[in-house]
């Protein structure tokens, strides 16, 4: 086991969430639970920096915050001043798939560095990261000085950025950064919807243009650099050639097949549906946006198609909607079914850029 302290930073306001996601329930344990758990298999102390009332009993201690208000920088700073081990291992309390033999891969590359951060899609991940205790004073001077962005002081300091080469052999490496944040978050793990990468869904009546605004939004990101997944659903019963050798093999009793070639990947399921979450988490790999056309239902982002005369039904899944009428609604972003750069740039907001969360 590593001489590393793991810290648990716990400090946030969760205002978007309505609630101390820190203790939301997955799957029988609250998030900061699962993190601490994560982090014990790896390293021998685990700090928790919050509130130590609230956050009493759930790992080794709780420590409060120097500088307080300051932000995750704040905790970070709190982490490596109280921490019994150097270096430090740094998580947020709100990521469900924390892995601890992934957090010591992270320590094992600090060798001749100040601090290792994951740099996954272009986006750096500095609250799933290493730090020594030299980064302590430029944490120090920033918090000092009013700067509160977590990585304002890594130009002080020697980096490794770790990419997704470094990942190799890690299946689903993304989705151990993947943060929880609002209620539609959550209900999105309730159905086993967790990739790696942003998801869109692209929902309407049949015959109404979807597939040529997904042509059109895809061309448009492709030419910007974006790598984008499609995921078509469709009700209708899909099947395999018969007399194919795979469609044998089912008929042999074969629950599911698989062809592979240098065509790609052909899979067929005997019976039933494949469940979106596992189809999400197999075309994840590699890209950076999956765009889902169908699965109306689904608690994913939409872009909403309607048809002509059609009303709107809009939830805090809506983030466009896409008509031939677009003067009409007001309060969300509106366009017509020949704007797909618009929605391309949309997306690429939204989705694609960094969010600023002090970052």
């Keep these: 086991m590593q001489e590393t302290t793991g ?37 021998p102390e685990v ?8 956050y009493r009993g759930l790992a080794d201690r709780v420590v409060a915050d120097i500088f307080p208000e300051a932000g995750p920088l704040g905790g ?14 740094v998580a947020a309390c709100d990521l469900p798939f924390v892995e601890g033999s992934l957090a010591s891969l992270i320590v094992e590359r600090l060798d001749g560095f100040d601090a290792a951060v994951p740099c996954v899609g272009g986006r750096l991940q500095p609250l799933f ?17 009013g700067r509160r962005r977590v990585v304002g002081f890594l130009g002080e300091v020697r980096v490794c950025y770790l990419t997704e080469a470094d990942f190799e052999g890690w299946p689903h490496f993304r989705r151990v950064f993947f943060n929880v944040n609002t209620p539609a978050d959550i209900r999105r ?20 243009g979807k597939t040529r605004l997904i042509e059109g939004i895809v061309a448009e990101l492709a030419a910007a650099g974006y790598r984008v997944a499609v995921l078509k659903h469709t009700v209708h019963e899909l099947a395999d050639t018969p007399g194919k050798d795979t469609e ?6 074969a629950v599911k097949t698989a062809l592979a070639g240098p065509g790609g990947l052909f899979y067929f399921q005997a019976a039933g549906e494949p469940e979106l979450g596992p189809v999400l988490e197999f075309l994840e790999d590699a890209v950076d946006l999956i765009l889902v ?29 896409v008509t031939g009428d677009p003067g009409k609604y007001c309060g969300i972003p509106v366009f017509s079914f020949s704007a797909a750069p618009a929605v391309a740039a949309l997306i690429v907001d939204r989705f694609l850029k960094r969010e600023d969360k002090g970052y």
């Design 189 to 208: 793990l309730q159905h086993r919807i967790a990739a790696g990468v942003p998801v869109v869904g692209v929902a309407g009546p049949s015959k109404t």
């Design 76 to 89: 970070i700073h709190a982490g490596l001043t109280f921490a019994s081990y150097d270096p430090v291992f």
């Design 248 to 253: 044998r093999f089912a008929r042999a009793g």
């Design 293 to 321: 056309e169908g699965y109306k239902e689904a608690p994913l982002p939409q872009i909403k198609v309607l048809g002509n005369g059609e009303e709107p039904v809009l939830d805090e899944r809506t983030v466009a909607l």
């Design 47 to 54: 700090l928790v920096v919050g509130d130590p009332e609230t």
């Design 129 to 145: 990261a290493a730090y020594r205790k030299t980064c302590l004073g430029p944490v120090t001077r920033s918090l000092e000085a």
């Design 7 to 43: 810290v648990v930073l716990a400090g946030g306001k969760s205002t978007r969430m309505g609630a101390n996601k820190a203790f939301l329930s997955l799957e029988g344990h609250s998030l900061i639970e699962r993190v601490v758990a994560e982090l014990r298999k790896a390293f």
